[in-house]
């Protein structure tokens, strides 16, 4: 077996102890005599399943009992929907911070349901940084505002909370899931696309104050109402069971592999400073974003020349560094550091750009 | 190893032959060093294997080229929606025929959407049958006609298409996709949800004639624009990726270990004709449908004594079928005879049937 060192920004590398477990699971789970996916959604056995993976997260991520945990479909484009649907129901309005094509989309789509303003955005400087938090003022009549936490593209992640009073504050966390802790508490509603750092592609991940599961806007699709799920436990259809399994399995790897999130986020502060740290005295390439910004997960950089970016990303992947090409909207290269991404990945691949800067300078 | 007989509406029984496959490639995906779970959904190596997975899809479906093959998320209860918000757009009203749970369903969606007339229901009788197909009177201004054509809880397929002119048929398929050959050319949209013939839990397949998809009902979220979907080649968001590679292992066990939907559709109705046979023929059991009604797919059956029925899905579990019982809503027992289940098990299954016909007679 020869796998690679994946550096995709999702769907991303998955811990190699998860996938030895599903694939020795594939044919027969424990004594069912079934895999996982041919099992009814409505059986014991797939019930424990479920409700495993719920209660292996509550305990990561220390989620009070007053929010619920749903498991849905659709991804983070389909909250992008939900959340006005379902939250701008009071005074119909909300606010956006934008830092990043995420949260472009995010509240262009809320635009549709009700009126958005803008609070602040790093459009300015290409996303590289996140607005000063300290100087953004919020409508207290605001139904909710909306931040993108980690952003994927541009490898910024928020220094720290905005201060958003009683205004519930929602936030997209698809690409910093699982990374470190939250105070939970903080926020009206969470969510994530699974397929970073929690699962495969499919499901999606939303964490909502209950006090915040209401009636929606009138036409909303049953299935787009949080509601309906939450009255249901996310089986008011078919949940994707098997990807549910999954992401309770990489819950299982984080507690009883990595011991929990605070152990997590060391690891990842650690791969993360062995990149950044090469990144600020190299000759050759250099970080994009602004160090008071900087993500943990995705470390975008370039050397300054196209056609240079173009040969490390050939370079590295014929050396085994996959997907490290830049999103098509930006360019250069982007490193993304999952929680699967093990220390001496970062360390090889900072190897072999320290190599290949000795033989481009 | 020692898999049992699960007759479960869905999810469902998988091949062996794929779950095997499945098994072996978690780690490693080819030579591409990585499990597909962890791809790029924009990566070369996976829009080989989403593309062969469309290319199968339209090769065992004989799907003519002015159809698009979408791969969703969401399920049939999403399609509840996405139909009338995306069909129901020029006269705002369509036809619905009621021949269970599922249909009802659907045709509740609608009613948010626009104008929908209930051209004919079997609810009279529990929807044990099919209303008489060629009674049925269309309205020539209908957007669609909507039909759920195998209905999985009562057990009861379509005997012949109804002729609805030039309004498009619009069918849900998701407990009969891939069991037989479809005319897809008689149809506008089919849809299903994989989870019972065609793959995991978590997506959702929908081919649809290109010039149906236009501009939808205003407010309809983007994910539920057929449009977008259409445009970005199911690559709008992230596709439900392993649910995908999966859909086309299945289609590669069909079209090379089956040989295509003509020979499935001949296994199918061998293991159907089996449990019918025995069914009519049974001094304890007897099926629920009308003979001209009946599905391949799904057979419900009691025995009468509500005791005896539960006496029966115990000791059936016990003896290894699994998932015998009833729908909630329904009582009794049905079996779900999916492609993946063998011609052996059906065997063993009315076998055992007549063992417990005979200690409780």
């Given at each position: 077996m020869s796998r690679v060192y994946n550096f995709s920004a999702g769907p991303s590398m998955m811990p190699e102890w998860v996938l030895k477990k599903a694939s020795n699971e594939m044919l027969e789970y424990g004594a069912t005599g079934q895999s996982v996916m041919e099992m009814s959604?409505?059986?014991?056995?797939?019930?424990?399943?479920i409700r495993s993976c719920e209660s292996l997260l509550r305990e990561l991520m220390n989620i009070p009992d007053n929010y619920k945990v749903l498991f849905l479909q659709g991804g983070a484009s389909s909250q992008f929907a939900m959340i006005p649907l379902n939250?701008?129901?009071?005074?119909?309005?909300?606010?956006?911070?934008t830092t990043g094509q995420w949260s472009k989309k995010a509240m262009a789509e809320a635009k549709r349901y009700g009126t958005v303003n803008e609070?602040?955005?790093?459009a300015d400087k290409t996303f590289s940084y996140i607005p000063d938090v300290d100087a953004m003022k919020f409508d207290p009549e605001a139904d909710y505002v909306h931040i993108t936490l980690n952003n994927t593209i541009y490898g910024t992640k928020w220094p720290k909370l905005p201060e958003t009073g009683n205004v519930p504050l929602v936030a997209d966390i698809s690409s910093m899931a699982l990374s470190e802790p939250l105070d939970v508490s903080?926020?009206?509603?969470?969510?994530?696309?699974?397929?970073k750092n929690m699962g495969p592609a499919g499901l999606t991940v939303v964490i909502i104050r209950e006090d915040l599961i209401g009636e929606p806007q009138e036409g909303t699709p049953t299935m787009f109402q949080y509601k309906i799920h939450a009255d249901n436990g996310s089986m008011y259809n078919t949940p994707p069971t098997y990807s549910i399994y999954m992401c309770g399995l990489v819950c299982q790897w984080l507690k009883e592999e990595i011991g929990g999130l605070e152990n997590m986020k060391k690891i990842n502060e650690e791969k993360a400073a062995i990149l950044y740290d090469f990144l600020d005295h190299s000759k050759l390439f250099k970080g994009t974003v602004e160090p008071g910004s900087r993500s943990l997960m995705n470390v975008p950089f370039v050397t300054g020349d196209e056609e240079l970016d173009k040969k490390f990303v050939a370079e590295s992947k014929a050396a085994g560094f996959v997907n490290l090409k830049g999103h098509r909207t930006v360019g250069g290269m982007r490193a993304s550091i999952y929680n699967a991404m093990p220390v001496e990945g970062v360390k090889a691949l900072v190897a072999f750009m320290k190599k290949f800067e000795e033989e481009n300078a």
């Amino acid at each position: 077996m020869s796998r690679v060192y994946n550096f995709s920004a999702g769907p991303s590398m998955m811990p190699e102890w998860v996938l030895k477990k599903a694939s020795n699971e594939m044919l027969e789970y424990g004594a069912t005599g079934q895999s996982v996916m041919e099992m009814s959604h409505r059986s014991k056995e797939y019930e424990a399943i479920i409700r495993s993976c719920e209660s292996l997260l509550r305990e990561l991520m220390n989620i009070p009992d007053n929010y619920k945990v749903l498991f849905l479909q659709g991804g983070a484009s389909s909250q992008f929907a939900m959340i006005p649907l379902n939250l701008m129901t009071k005074n119909h309005k909300a606010d956006y911070v934008t830092t990043g094509q995420w949260s472009k989309k995010a509240m262009a789509e809320a635009k549709r349901y009700g009126t958005v303003n803008e609070v602040a955005s790093s459009a300015d400087k290409t996303f590289s940084y996140i607005p000063d938090v300290d100087a953004m003022k919020f409508d207290p009549e605001a139904d909710y505002v909306h931040i993108t936490l980690n952003n994927t593209i541009y490898g910024t992640k928020w220094p720290k909370l905005p201060e958003t009073g009683n205004v519930p504050l929602v936030a997209d966390i698809s690409s910093m899931a699982l990374s470190e802790p939250l105070d939970v508490s903080k926020f009206g509603v969470l969510y994530a696309g699974a397929q970073k750092n929690m699962g495969p592609a499919g499901l999606t991940v939303v964490i909502i104050r209950e006090d915040l599961i209401g009636e929606p806007q009138e036409g909303t699709p049953t299935m787009f109402q949080y509601k309906i799920h939450a009255d249901n436990g996310s089986m008011y259809n078919t949940p994707p069971t098997y990807s549910i399994y999954m992401c309770g399995l990489v819950c299982q790897w984080l507690k009883e592999e990595i011991g929990g999130l605070e152990n997590m986020k060391k690891i990842n502060e650690e791969k993360a400073a062995i990149l950044y740290d090469f990144l600020d005295h190299s000759k050759l390439f250099k970080g994009t974003v602004e160090p008071g910004s900087r993500s943990l997960m995705n470390v975008p950089f370039v050397t300054g020349d196209e056609e240079l970016d173009k040969k490390f990303v050939a370079e590295s992947k014929a050396a085994g560094f996959v997907n490290l090409k830049g999103h098509r909207t930006v360019g250069g290269m982007r490193a993304s550091i999952y929680n699967a991404m093990p220390v001496e990945g970062v360390k090889a691949l900072v190897a072999f750009m320290k190599k290949f800067e000795e033989e481009n300078a």
